[in-house]
C-alpha cells in the first residue's frame, strides 16, 4: 500500500517525534499533531525544514480537531499518551476520540502500544500468540484499550494495527520512557535515578529504529487488524547502560536505583512515580518480544546496538 499522507496524532511525545521524523525523512506528506504550539515549534526546529511536513495545533480528545487538521491524510499514527496516574481515566477516552476521528475520516490507523497487557510472561521470548492475562491496573486498561481499537462494531471504517514496543530511549525519548529521564540527566551532568533493578538485562528499543519498523508496517495492506511486536536490539542490564552513557557523556554523578520504597517516598509529592510501583515487576521478570513475525512477513528488524544507540541519545541531548 502506498501511504500518500500521515497525520500523527500525539507528534510532540517520544514515539510521535521518531515517527513523524521518520515519515518527513520518507518524503512522505506529513501533518504534525499536537496540543502545545511550542513543542510543536521546538519539534519543528530540532526535525528541520521539510516542504511537505505541517504542524497543527489542536485537542486529540476532540474529534472535530484531528478531522479538520488531517485532510486527505489516508493513515493516522495514534502515538498520543497520558500520564500514568491518569491512565485509568482517560486512556480509554482518548483512543475513542481518536478513533472516532479517523473512522469518519475512513482512515486506516496505526496504535502504538506497549507490553502490559500481556502480564507475566510465560514463554521465554512472547509473540503475538503470547496469552493477554495482564495482573495490573494499567495492564487491564491497557487491554480494554486493545478492545476498543479492534471493536469492528463500533469502527466499521477504520483498520487498525497495534504495534507494540518494549521499554525504549533514544533523541526523543521524554520522561513518558522509563529510560529517557535517567539518560537526560547523566547528558546533563546531573545525579540520575535508575527505575528497577539495574542487575537483571532487560529489552530496550532504539526510538529511530522502531519508528523505522512502524512506517514500513504501515505501508502492508495485509497488517491491519493485527497486533505486531517491534522488538529491540537485545537485552542490556541497567549497569551497562550507565557505563555507556558516562562514557558518552564524560559524567561520573551518582546513578541511584530506585525500588518500591523509593518510588513510594517520591509519590508522596509526585503520583506519577508512586503509578510506577505496580510495574517493576517488569524490571524483575522481564519480557522479551519475539520479532519471527515481522521478520517473516514485513522485513529485517533494525538492530542499532546499544554502544551506539546510547551515545547518539546522549550527544542529541547535549546539543538540544
Not at 148 to 163: G, H, P, T
Not at 252 to 261: D, M, Y
Not at 287 to 296: A, F, H, Q, S, T
Amino acid at each position: 500500500m502506498e501511504m500518500k499522507k500521515a497525520i500523527v496524532v500525539g507528534a510532540t511525545g517520544g514515539t510521535g517525534a521518531a515517527i513523524t521524523e521518520e515519515l518527513a525523512k520518507q518524503g512522505v506528506p506529513t501533518i504534525a499533531f499536537g496540543r502545545s504550539r511550542k513543542k510543536l515549534e521546538e519539534l519543528s526546529e530540532r526535525i528541520g525544514d521539510y516542504a511537505h511536513l505541517t504542524f497543527a495545533e489542536g485537542n486529540a480528545l476532540t474529534p472535530e480537531d484531528i478531522i479538520a487538521a488531517a485532510g486527505d491524510a489516508d493513515v493516522l499514527f495514534h502515538c498520543a499518551n497520558v500520564p500514568y496516574h491518569e491512565m485509568e481515566s482517560k486512556l480509554i477516552p482518548l483512543g475513542e476520540a481518536i478513533m472516532e476521528a479517523a473512522n469518519r475520516l475512513g482512515i486506516n490507523v496505526v496504535a502504538i502500544d506497549g507490553i502490559y497487557p500481556y502480564g507475566r510472561t510465560q514463554a521465554e521470548r512472547i509473540d503475538e500468540n503470547h496469552p493477554k492475562q495482564p495482573h495490573t491496573r494499567k495492564g487491564k486498561t491497557r487491554l480494554q484499550f486493545e478492545h476498543m481499537l479492534f471493536d469492528k462494531r463500533r469502527w466499521s471504517i477504520s483498520n487498525v494495527i497495534i504495534a507494540r514496543l518494549p521499554d525504549y530511549y533514544g533523541p526523543t525519548a521524554n520522561a513518558a520512557s522509563y529510560l529517557g529521564s535517567t539518560l537526560e540527566a547523566i547528558a546533563a551532568g546531573k545525579m540520575a535515578f535508575f527505575i528497577g533493578n539495574m542487575r537483571i538485562p532487560r529489552e530496550y528499543v532504539y526510538l529511530p529504529d522502531a519508528a523505522a519498523m512502524i512506517v514500513e508496517l504501515a505501508k502492508h495492506d495485509h497488517a491491519y487488524g493485527q497486533n505486531w511486536n517491534i522488538p529491540g536490539a537485545g537485552l542490556i542490564s541497567g549497569r551497562d547502560i550507565v557505563r555507556l552513557a558516562r562514557q558518552a557523556s564524560g559524567s561520573s554523578k551518582a546513578v541511584i536505583p530506585l525500588g518500591r520504597i523509593g518510588l513510594s517516598l517520591l509519590g508522596m509529592g509526585m503520583p506519577v512515580m508512586k503509578e510506577i510501583v505496580e510495574m517493576l515487576y517488569l524490571t524483575e521478570e522481564p519480557v522479551i518480544l519475539d520479532g519471527e513475525k515481522y521478520e517473516r512477513q514485513i522485513g529485517p528488524i533494525r538492530k542499532t546496538s546499544f554502544e551506539q544507540g546510547i551515545a547518539a541519545t546522549i550527544i542529541a541531548l547535549q546539543s538540544s
